[in-house]
C-alpha cells in the first residue's frame, strides 16, 4: 500500500475516533476542505509541515500517530 493511503487512511481513523467531520478537522488544523479529503483519500502528497498540522487537530502526537498495524514493516 502506498504510504500517502496509509497517512490518509490513518488520518480518516483518528478523525472518525474523534468524531468530527472533514470540515471540523480542516477548520482545526487551519486547511482547506478539499484538501483534508484528498489527504484521507490517498490523492495528495501531504507536506510533514501539513501532516503536523492535522496531527495536531488529531490532539495525537507524531508517535501515537505511526504507532499503528498500517505502518508496522512486514516482512
Given at each position: 500500500m502506498?504510504?500517502?493511503?496509509k497517512i490518509g487512511h490513518r488520518i480518516k481513523e483518528?478523525?472518525?475516533e474523534l468524531q468530527v467531520t472533514q470540515q471540523t478537522l480542516a477548520f482545526k488544523s487551519e486547511l482547506d476542505k478539499t484538501y483534508v479529503n484528498e489527504v484521507e483519500n490517498g490523492k495528495r502528497n501531504i507536506?510533514?509541515?501539513?501532516l503536523e498540522k492535522l496531527?495536531?487537530?488529531l490532539e495525537v502526537d507524531v508517535k501515537t500517530?505511526?504507532?499503528?498495524?498500517?505502518?508496522?514493516?512486514?516482512e
Open positions: 502506498d504510504i500517502k493511503v483518528l478523525r472518525k507536506s510533514v509541515i501539513n496531527i495536531v487537530a500517530f505511526f504507532d499503528s498495524a498500517s505502518f508496522k514493516r512486514t
